[in-house]
């Protein structure tokens, strides 16, 4: 009798073995809930650590060229038959020569651009990991609060999928940005009120029987969304050939997607997949929500609400939910928190754009123009590898940039008429 | 004394050996030219056969997730350090599942999704090619006509990699087509006049002294240009597993992808990349213009002119360069033509978000309309493998969707509101 190994399985396992109560550290199995039963703390994915620890280069390596090569480190989609995704992810990491060279860096500087996702921002690597957990608990339908790139990931998720979704927007959002929900042709539901009355509606209905099959991306299967974040993380060190970059600019909404970022490349460390060197975590706000930018400035531990204005629509959140962990985490690694007007964030994305060709939303003005702020003030060091986050698309975000950049001449058709206008001699 | 074999070069040989006339056969060495010097045809790269055999699936499979992987079957871009480019390419074949099953397609249906690129359209693939030719000829400046697509590209490229450019557009040109080439900080010309106008400006504008160190991609360095829509070919082979799929659909504004995309094909079945199966190609133009659909209906041999019209801005090509040899691939593989009027379009862009959560440009839309029509004509058979191509992003085309699609239900704030909707019982 001959004794042969077990054919190995197409499905990697799950690492999550529960979650973890951020504030209190109760535990609870791998549930559909986002705050504590016991302290209402915000709930964490908590993994096995020796299964966290074994897992490879080369199993990653294998992978698809999308976030679920990253499978082995994530909560959920393990089994590639069961993820409710667009299969997002592996967006290009771009060196940014000129814009380096302008701001007299010394080491690399790269944008890692995530404007290159299916619905073109990040959120589609949440929204992906969220759809496929709410698929595993047995939910129907998938819904959300946005006024934006939330709201378009979410729809274009349940089309692809046919998984329908339920998004509700404010009344009053400009007509382009309905027809970028709307056209996929799920469930659109325009609410006569302010964004956080929206929230509020959308917080009443989860507690309703219609709406008990229906996962809400961010609130009940929080947990889950979040942890779509740390495959930016993860793909940046890979793409640098396996290595963490000595600083990253990372702008802030709920401040959950640095925490995700610092929070993927201890795992790489800790799993001996890249080398445990230091790393820099800076913060970039608005100066028209800048919450976590005040804490950080005052020395607080925790982040006073603000009502938010300005053009940077995306990171508009007052209360930030993960705001002290991400001063936590700026503050570990030694990084830095900016914050940029509505001026310096329009020429953040003309910058962006006219030295790398990466037209970003408002969020990555924010980000560049933070960028270029903190190497000012000497704070982040032009000498050391610094990556920066553009989380969305310029396409979307139109309007601040009509009044400020237009032709840069206006002629007849005739040489002529170039001839007048400078451009032949 | 020991014989050691030299280190393998990095750079891939240049499987391309000249310039051939498609017309007159006439042979020219690798110039910056587009006509013929004999009879006016147009010209084509021309490549060494056994170079172009020798490529093999590993050494593409060596190469970066990009264009750029299948250089050894271009005709330019070979040396990584001499490459002008956005490193477009690569983009999702998506798994059109509820589209297939809406149209009763017992096999696959796949979306080729080059909204995924850099510019979000299939314009980076050639841009990259004519941007690298042009610095390899030592051109210090590119420039094109366009209202869209093409002065995206352009200027995008021109941004990242330094190499500065002239885009001309119509003045009347809508304040958001504006804005998204302006933002890239090169040279954006309006010209008071039509496009015709402009493209004839710009002809003239490349004979005079200034201009001489301009490549214009799709004029003087043309033949190269056109070869970046042939990785539009590979990658579908590519990503099928290196198999050729029975049926394409293919949008034709000069026809030239769909010819690079069959040519494509040929190149990898004469290198025994892929196996010999038969393949048909389809083309999909809009009601407002269709002078290669009506060539094909008639079986017209040459294409007759016609004035464009209707919503598909990106398609309309009254004169169709390649219209001809379009022709000669939809006839040879027994492919057919289908034309969809605006209506359709918008149904189409529609009919595709709903299902795959791809959102289309106008292009796209007259793809998948065409592609129903076809089916429902039984010109295309659901029961063979096929694939679309949607080369644009529909973030670029939003007003023809404005009238036709918004929010499902408007309510107040409250439960109560929700009710009577019938959101919620």
């Known amino acids: 009798m001959t004794l042969t190994a077990p054919a190995p399985t197409a499905v990697a396992v799950n690492p999550a073995r529960g979650l973890v109560c951020r504030n209190c550290g109760a535990t609870f199995g791998l549930i559909a809930e986002h705050a504590c039963a016991e302290c209402f703390g915000p709930l964490e994915v908590d993994y096995d650590p020796d299964l966290m620890r074994a897992v490879t280069r080369e199993q990653i390596e294998a992978g698809p060229q999308n976030i679920w090569r990253y499978a082995p480190l994530l909560p959920t ?58 698929k595993g608990f047995g939910y129907t339908k998938i819904a959300c609060a946005s006024t934006g790139n939330l709201a378009n990931s979410v729809a274009a998720h349940a089309a692809r999928n046919g998984l329908p ?88 909404a709920s401040g959950s997607l640095l925490t995700k970022v610092d929070k993927a490349w201890k795992e790489l460390v800790a799993a001996g997949i890249v080398a445990d060197t230091p790393w820099k975590v800076f913060g970039a706000q608005s100066a028209g929500c800048d919450p976590i930018a005040t804490a950080f400035d ?87 590898e610094t990556v920066v986050l553009n989380t969305g698309e310029g396409l979307k975000t139109l309007d601040p940039l009509a009044p400020v950049v237009g032709p840069t001449h206006r002629v007849e058709p005739s040489l002529r008429s170039l001839r007048q206008a400078g451009l032949i001699a």
């Open 77 to 134: 989609g393990q089994d590639p038959a069961q993820r409710v995704s667009l299969d997002p992810g592996m967006t290009p990491l771009v060196r940014a020569q000129r814009l380096g060279d302008e701001l007299g860096f010394t080491a690399p500087l790269w944008v890692k651009d995530d404007s290159a996702n299916p619905t073109h921002s990040f959120k589609d690597r949440v929204v992906s990991l969220a759809a496929t957990a709410a």
């Open 165 to 252: 979704s339920y998004v509700f927007v404010p009344s009053d959002l400009e007509p382009g940005k309905i027809v970028q929900s709307a056209v996929y042709g799920q469930a659109l539901i325009a609410v006569d009120g302010s964004y956080d009355e929206v929230n509020r509606l959308t917080s009443e209905l989860a507690e309703t029987d219609e709406f008990e099959d229906a996962a809400f991306v961010n609130q009940n299967v929080r947990p889950y969304y979040a942890e779509g974040s740390k495959t930016v993380g993860y793909e940046i060190a890979e793409q640098l050939g396996w290595r963490i970059p000595a600083q990253v600019v990372i702008p802030m």
């Open 298 to 384: 005052n020395g607080w531990d925790v982040v006073k609400p603000v009502k938010p204005t300005g053009i940077a629509k995306s990171l508009n959140i007052g209360n930030p939910a993960d705001g002290p962990y991400a001063l936590d985490a700026i503050r570990r690694t030694g990084g830095s928190v900016g914050r940029v007007g509505d001026e310096e964030i329009v020429a953040g994305i003309r910058d962006l754009a006219r030295t790398t060709g990466v037209f970003a939303e408002t969020a990555g003005g924010v980000t560049t123009a933070v960028l270029r702020q903190l190497v000012e003030k000497g704070l982040l060091d032009p000498a050391q």
